[in-house]
């Protein structure tokens, strides 16, 4: 198992470590409801330094991006980033990931934990273009300072107005007496807040200068289970869950990331399955008796006959009712469709509802 550049701060403030994607990653401190609802209403720390960083530069960087990834990067000014995923020749995806701009021939691929091997011989695969490529990811850090006061809460930090980074927007700048790093108005929670990629030998400095102007608003450190709880609230995509080398981008409703005003790997065949229409897509469904979904949990229809696959679920802390996702056959994927999830043999009744379960 591999730590990050702060294991020992996570195992100092006792934290519960678990295994993820080949490193120790503190899963809790407190309790998952505690911490969900502190990244909800006021300001939490994850440390996400597990995630890998690609630097792809040169004159043909973007022509390589476009032909990977799925979203029209070309969109992308500096100072921009772009939720995009990778297809795969089969109508599946490789991963998910984030693009930022940095600078006019550079960008950097922010990518999911498990698949940073896979993902450098996928891109790299397809690099005939003389694109210079850098695997950052074992040097630098990743935190996500997530929620309503993130932003009050970290201004003493920067020089910059941290109010006036837009959504998928960043600034390469001064935090926590470190220059130059990357404050980026993303995250995974939709609770607000940014993400910082800064050095391996800086994050301690950082992490520590964060709680420090964090403790009069109440931060604390999050663990990867109140991740997880809400980004399911927010009905965004897991990879490993609700996505992977089998699930195309239309069937798991990223079609908004799916631009065929380019040709990309596999446009072909997803634009044909547009055309043709998806016979399965993924839903968000609350569950109406007692109960909680699991991953791979059955779902049928009211005879019993297997109509999908539970891909997330969880109890909502936010909500106090069970929800989950999946993919059901079209014919019940509309609002309001009456499903069932089988769990311990019973049928428990279930309703698929409109995503984000959760709504400020």
């Known amino acids: 198992m591999k730590n990050t550049a702060l294991t020992h701060v996570h195992e100092q403030l006792g934290a519960k470590l678990v295994p993820f994607a080949g490193y120790n990653m503190p899963v809790q401190y407190e309790g998952v409801n505690i911490e969900h609802e502190t990244v909800r209403n006021g300001v939490g720390v994850f440390d996400v330094s597990h995630m890998g960083e690609f630097l792809l530069s040169g004159e043909n960087a973007l022509a390589l991006i476009q032909k990977v990834t799925s979203n029209d990067a070309s969109v992308l000014e500096i100072g921009r980033a772009q939720y995009s995923c990778l297809p795969n020749n089969d109508g599946g995806i490789v991963d998910d990931l984030i693009i930022y701009r940095i600078k006019e021939h550079q960008y950097l691929l922010v990518v999911n934990a498990s698949n940073i091997e896979k993902d450098w011989n996928w891109i790299s695969s397809h690099n005939d273009l003389d694109v210079e490529m850098r695997d950052l990811s074992e040097d630098y850090s990743l935190l ?3 929620g309503p006061k993130a932003v009050e809460a ?3 930090l920067t020089s910059v107005d941290l109010s006036a980074i837009k959504y998928y927007h960043f600034e390469v700048a001064d935090f926590a007496g470190i220059e130059h790093v990357i404050i980026s108005a993303t995250g995974y929670t939709g609770s607000g807040g940014f993400e910082i990629y800064c050095k391996n030998s800086e994050v301690e400095q950082v992490w520590n200068k964060v709680f420090e102007a964090g403790a009069s608003y109440g931060i604390k450190p999050i663990g990867l289970a109140a991740r997880d709880t809400l980004r399911l609230e927010m009905g965004f995509c897991l990879y490993g869950n609700d996505i992977n080398d089998t699930t195309s981008p239309l069937e798991a409703g990223l079609g908004w990331i799916t631009k065929f005003t380019k040709e990309f790997v596999n446009s072909e065949n997803l634009k044909k399955q547009k055309e043709a229409g998806v016979t399965r897509k993924l839903v968000g469904f609350e569950l109406i008796d007692r109960g909680i979904p699991r991953h791979d949990y059955e779902i049928v229809d ?10 997330s679920g969880t109890q909502s802390p936010s909500l106090g009712i069970a929800i989950g996702m999946g993919y059901v ?15 311990r043999n019973k049928d428990i009744k279930a309703k698929v509802v409109k995503l984000p379960f959760y709504k400020k």
Not at 302 to 311: E, H, K, L, R, Y
Not at 332 to 341: K, N, T, W
């Open 144 to 146: 996500a300072i997530q």
């Open 154 to 156: 970290m201004q003493s």
């Open 302 to 311: 009211a005879d019993g006959n297997n109509i999908g696959i539970v891909t």
């Open 329 to 343: 056959k079209t014919e019940f994927a509309g609002v309001d469709s009456e499903i069932y999830i089988k769990i």
